[in-house]
């Protein structure tokens, strides 16, 4: 089982999940997910996925459950395949960019979907042959 490097579980799951599985949580996550959000950490440094560990308002923007208000069945992120990420040092639009230019280097490899014209970087590891890049 792969924890990540550069977070901790309650950087990726909401407070309720955290509170009834603690580090049990990372189960919940698919690895290449995990692998890739180290890979992206170590490449721009600080980022957020959620907050809500240190008052802050995201708790939906990694694992969500049918309890979140942005609950989808077949989303990505209900299946612990997806996370909405935020970064200090550099754009959302600027990481994108990058993948666009250069979807096989090795911090981008996993990633198989990245979503368009939203303030936020959106990457999510589906079964799929090449990165593609969608609006919602």
């Not at 309720?16 to 959000?37: C, G, N, P």
């Not at 942005?70 to 612990?80: A, D, I, T």
């Not at 911090?107 to 979503?115: P, Q, S």
Request: overall charge negative; proline content about 5%.
């Amino acid at each position: 089982m792969y924890k990540c490097e550069f977070f901790q579980i309650q950087e990726l799951v909401p407070p309720k999940i955290f509170e009834k599985r603690a580090e049990r949580s990372w189960e919940l996550l698919d690895e290449r997910l995990l692998f890739a959000l180290d890979q992206l950490r170590g490449r721009y440094g600080k980022m957020t996925v959620n907050n809500w560990r240190w008052g802050g308002d995201r708790m939906w923007s990694g694992l969500r459950t049918p309890g979140s208000p942005f609950y989808s069945s077949h989303s990505q992120h209900s299946f612990g395949r997806a996370a909405d990420i935020l970064f200090d040092d550099v754009s959302a639009e600027d990481v994108r960019k990058n993948i666009q230019a250069m979807p096989d280097a090795p911090e981008f490899n996993l990633i198989c979907a990245v979503e368009l014209d939203v303030p936020w970087l959106h990457i999510d590891v589906r079964n799929c042959e090449r990165v593609f890049f969608f609006k919602a």
